[in-house]
């Protein structure tokens, strides 16, 4: 997602921010997690924007994609090159208004931007955890988060907010803390993983797992599996656009040379793109991380979790006001299955609204500016905001 | 003819006299909803729980900005996602003469809904009538703008028609309001007698038939 990170065009920002941290669980009050296991002590790094109000009810929580973090908006200094990733959407007067609401973004469990996750020392042995870190789910880093927001004193989040990945936590935080949320916004996002996606995941996985760097997991102090993890991002960020983004973005065109090369160099702008996403993203991304979230994203199906019946029965728990939105050219998560939820909310009588945004820009689109997504999202964030007011 | 006085100009005309059939506090889905101009003014003067829904991404867009729950989507598919009884009123203004299954349609809004209200533009208005007559032309007025071969409107419809609609299908009509008013004017007149010659608009209020 870093690759659209950009500058706010007005030049309105929440300013300077500070990452900060949160550990719990320590033992011997573990975290249990939902394979079995337990965890602890647990870390969550988190940022901050806005104020919380008297009554503690303006409180918005963030919640990240795969290689997403804590660093939702702002910059860490005077002289930071790139502001957070939502920068377009959270500030001062922005889709989410730092002015009014109180903003949380913390990176997820299983995470390498600061959360405890496969790459964190483990206690028991000194060392990383490498694969001795347990496959967490979407569920475990709810109930993470959850810890968070308990420490920050907020009793009921106004709205939690999140596309792709995060899109599925908020749908979790929806059915398992549904006294909690007063609303959602699950942005191009599904109630379970396609078979396609699933198989898109699986071969990105496969591609670290194959780099002989990756070593089971245990690379920490030698060379990482940075080939492996580079075609993986590779992977993903062609499930990421689509066709007529990728048409409009590079159609057949040639990268620095007027002819082909006729060996195996980038000769193809996509290629070059998806070879400078790759080398990029293993600076700043851990391999171990990568599978473990995508695994958990995978395993992340509502029905199976909280009523085998349908998707149906297993709304019925949810209490939260809902806005859906899905995207035209999203061939990740296609518009049918965000009607499916939208759906199953109808169905439980939930005050819902859906809309699907025309979009070229395939998955990606959730992070792209948007004058609509923006204007969806600020409409709704203060109606519901005026009306838990009142 | 009796002039009526607009209560509030916020809203057309049409959808004044279907505000005044709303009871305060109830639950309505409106179908087609537009911008939501109906439901908001409902939302804020009765209080009441609206739901809408729209095809167009733009004027749903509007709508969720307004504070209003809509759902984009096609409202024939949309209906049936509804338990029985969901709603007090569902309202279809203005949509009838686009609906490919009107009957369907109409069963759908009376199982989730425990009204219905309906309102369409006449097409046995005198001018529609006189249109045809003197020019040979298929009519357009401004209640139906359109071309043949450019209109949304896929059924002509005249009030004496919906009637016998009614009971073909078995729906009751609980009220009947005829009206004479430009589509975008604020004021308007109801008219008493010979409706089907002088209206513009039929707006009814319809129930499921009594066993």
Known sequence: MSEYIEHDRNGVSVGIVERELFTFARPPKEMTLENGSTLGPVTLAYETYGELNPDRSNAVLILHALSGDSHAAGYYSNDDAKPGWWEIMVGPGKGIDTNKYFVVCSNILGSCMGSTGPGSMNPKTGRPFGLDFPVVTIGDMVTAQKALIDHLGIERLLAVVGGSIGGLQVLEWCLRYPDRIVSAIPLATTPKHSALTIAFNEVARQAIMADPNWNKGDYYRGAKPDLGLAVARMIGHITYLSDESMRQKFGRRLQDRSDFSFNFDADFQVESYLRYQGSKFVERFDANSFLYITKAADYFDLTRQYDSSSLVKAFSRAMAKFLVVSFTSDWLYPTYQSKAMVKAMKKNGLDVSFCEIEADWGHDAFLLPNERLTALIKGFLEHVYDETER | ?211
């Open chain 2, 1 to 211: 003819m009796s002039t009526m006085k607009p209560r509030d100009s916020e809203i057309r005309f049409d959808l004044q006299i279907i505000a005044s059939w709303i009871e305060p506090g109830s639950k309505v889905l409106g179908l087609g909803c537009g911008e939501g101009e109906l439901l908001h003014f409902l939302k804020k003067n009765k209080r009441v729980s609206c739901t809408g829904i729209e095809l167009n991404e733009a004027k749903v867009a509007k709508c969720i900005e307004k504070g209003l729950s809509v759902l984009q989507g096609d409202i024939n598919e949309e209906i049936l996602d509804y338990p029985d009884d969901s709603f007090d009123y569902v309202i279809l203004s203005q949509t009838l003469q686009q609906i490919y299954e009107p009957g369907e349609l109409i069963r759908s809004m009376l199982r989730i809904g425990k009204r219905g209200v309906v309102s369409f533009p006449n097409f046995s208005h005198w001018s529609v009538r006189l249109q045809l007559l003197t020019t040979g032309h298929a009519p357009i007025t401004k209640e139906l703008p359109y071309d043949w071969h450019n209109t949304p409107n896929i059924r002509v419809i005249a009030l004496k028609d919906f009637r016998r609609f009614s009971r073909e299908t078995g729906f009751s009509i609980l009220q009947e309001v005829a009206i004479n008013t430009d589509h975008h004017e604020k004021s308007g007149n109801i008219i008493k007698f010979f409706a089907n010659l002088r209206a513009t608009y039929g707006v009814f209020l319809i129930g499921k038939r009594k066993q």
